[in-house]
């Protein structure tokens, strides 16, 4: 496997609520992006961190937000739940920023559903 | 932004047969084209990318050619399997730009 996890695997929640979903990337990578994948679609690009800052944004609002931590993890944290977020969330990670230069390695995902 | 678009939605190939698919991009700052594959329920897996410096690219029964031209990439899939059967997604990628993939191809593989 690609040695990113993602937890939880599934999550029921319902519409208002707040949800955070983890990711533990692979040691020494850098970069973490976040995409959320609705059923049927391709993966949208939510944002990406880099070294604990936040570099590049989808066309997201901002009641999606995220922490990268320095022991390679990361939190997706998205409040007031809509019925359109119910989705795959997918995190993929990278030795360094440049995506062209190294490879993202995806996660299973946390397939999430809203009520 | 770059936007991505892929054809055909869906394939069906006989087994031993090739598979084509299409995707178009936007924004010519773009020089990184991955190809992933999506099994049901599974992570994307990246089979194959290539950049702007080159025109194609080989990997056994894949490869992937780039038009930078025309702003189009492919991905070719000779002697078709039934566990070639998934979704694959192109991308598109420039440093300092969003990762932007396209919606996606159901391929199937009739035996």
């Known amino acids: 496997e690609t040695g990113v996890t993602q937890s939880p695997t599934h999550l029921i929640k319902t519409r208002g609520q707040q949800v955070t979903l983890r990711c533990s990337s692979q040691?020494?990578?850098?970069?973490v992006s976040w995409y959320q994948q609705a059923l049927g679609q391709g993966p949208q690009f939510i944002f990406q961190?880099?070294?604990?800052?936040?570099?590049g944004r989808g066309n997201f609002p901002p009641r999606f937000s995220g922490l990268q931590f320095p022991n390679y993890s990361s939190e997706l944290n998205v409040n007031a739940l809509e019925l359109d977020d119910s989705a795959l969330y997918l995190c993929?990670?990278?030795?360094?920023?440049?995506?062209?230069?190294?490879?993202?390695?995806f996660g299973a995902g946390t397939r999430l559903s809203v009520l | 932004g770059e936007n991505v678009e892929q054809h055909p939605s869906t394939l069906s190939v006989q087994e031993g047969d090739s598979a084509v698919i299409k995707c178009t991009y936007s924004?010519?700052?773009?020089?990184?084209f991955p190809w992933y594959k999506q099994e049901l329920g599974k992570r994307p897996q990246l089979i194959i990318d290539?950049?702007?410096?080159?025109g194609e690219k080989k990997d056994q029964r894949i490869a992937v050619t780039l038009n930078k031209t025309a702003k189009h990439f492919s991905l070719h899939i000779t002697e078709t399997q039934p566990e070639d059967s998934a979704v694959y997604f192109c991308?598109?990628?420039?440093?300092?730009?969003?990762?932007?993939f396209g919606p996606g191809t159901r391929l199937s593989v009739l035996p």
């Open positions: 290539i950049r702007s410096n080159v």
């Open positions: 993929a990670s990278s030795l360094e920023i440049d995506i062209a230069k190294n490879i993202q390695y």
């Open positions: 961190y880099y070294r604990e800052e936040e570099n």
């Open positions: 991308a598109a990628y420039g440093y300092g730009q969003n990762f932007v």
């Open positions: 924004d010519s700052a773009s020089n990184y």
């Open positions: 040691s020494g990578h850098n970069t």
